[in-house]
């Protein structure tokens, strides 16, 4: 049986368990980068190489290439109003409704206890952190995750948790103008930022 070169074989390899990529497209990558000059898969290496710089925001958990992210180093963002959200993709789609000024905070996933991830995994002791430690400035927080199971149960958990530790925060998530079970991240800047205005209060 024919194989590729060890060398091209072991970057396909690699290629083919980022997220999305298939073996096919694999092959088709890992050629592409194999035929193109030195100069680019010498420029592509210091790229990967200066991905070890990017770290998490310490404060709201985005990603951030120093101990505080640029959206947390804006001073004249609205303090009274945080939104909560999945992943780091998700500040870039906040953002570009142009809806929301206030500051994030980041849970990096959401409880599904099938795939063993539990409360404990998230940065949902942080989150209490910060609303306690804001001492009554934070007056909202909108968990801007997805209506799913997995969304629902995580919602749920953190509202019953705000009960305890900051009572009077409005805890709102968004309008379900985002069809049942679809994911924000796929959501236009229009849909997603109407689902901001008109979010409801749980
Ligand atoms: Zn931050």
């Given at each position: 049986?024919?194989?590729?070169?060890?060398?091209?074989?072991?970057?396909?390899?690699?290629?083919?368990?980022?997220?999305?990529?298939?073996?096919?497209?694999?092959?088709?990558?890992?050629l592409y980068i194999m035929k193109r000059e030195p100069e680019y898969t010498?420029?592509?290496?210091?790229?990967?190489?200066?991905?070890?710089?990017?770290?998490?925001?310490?404060?709201?958990?985005?990603?951030?290439?120093?101990?505080?992210?640029?959206?947390?180093?804006?001073?004249?963002?609205?303090?009274?109003?945080?939104?909560?959200?999945?992943?780091?993709?998700?500040?870039?789609?906040?953002?570009?409704?142009?809806?929301?000024?206030?500051y994030y905070h980041i849970l990096h996933g959401l409880i599904n206890p099938?795939?063993?991830?539990?409360?404990?995994?998230?940065?949902?002791?942080?989150?209490?952190?910060?609303?306690?430690?804001?001492?009554?400035?934070?007056?909202?927080?909108?968990?801007?995750?997805?209506?799913?199971?997995?969304?629902?149960?995580?919602?749920?958990?953190?509202?019953?948790?705000?009960?305890?530790?900051?009572?009077?925060?409005?805890?709102?998530?968004?309008?379900?103008?985002?069809?049942?079970?679809?994911?924000?991240?796929?959501?236009?800047?229009?849909?997603?930022?109407?689902?901001?205005?008109?979010?409801?209060?749980?």
């Amino acid at each position: 049986m024919y194989n590729y070169p060890y060398k091209l074989q072991k970057l396909i390899n690699e290629v083919s368990r980022l997220p999305g990529i298939g073996p096919k497209m694999a092959e088709r990558i890992a050629l592409y980068i194999m035929k193109r000059e030195p100069e680019y898969t010498e420029n592509f290496k210091e790229i990967l190489d200066g991905v070890k710089d990017i770290t998490l925001c310490t404060r709201c958990f985005n990603v951030s290439d120093g101990n505080i992210c640029s959206i947390c180093a804006e001073d004249n963002r609205d303090r009274l109003i945080m939104c909560v959200l999945e992943s780091p993709e998700d500040v870039v789609m906040v953002e570009r409704t142009g809806k929301f000024k206030g500051y994030y905070h980041i849970l990096h996933g959401l409880i599904n206890p099938l795939n063993n991830m539990l409360a404990e995994n998230l940065r949902i002791r942080e989150l209490c952190d910060r609303v306690k430690g804001s001492n009554g400035e934070i007056k909202e927080l909108i968990l801007a995750i997805n209506h799913t199971v997995e969304g629902d149960a995580t919602a749920l958990y953190i509202s019953e948790l705000m009960k305890e530790y900051a009572a009077g925060v409005k805890i709102t998530r968004l309008a379900k103008g985002l069809p049942t079970g679809s994911d924000i991240k796929y959501a236009d800047e229009i849909t997603l930022g109407q689902a901001i205005v008109e979010r409801k209060e749980m």
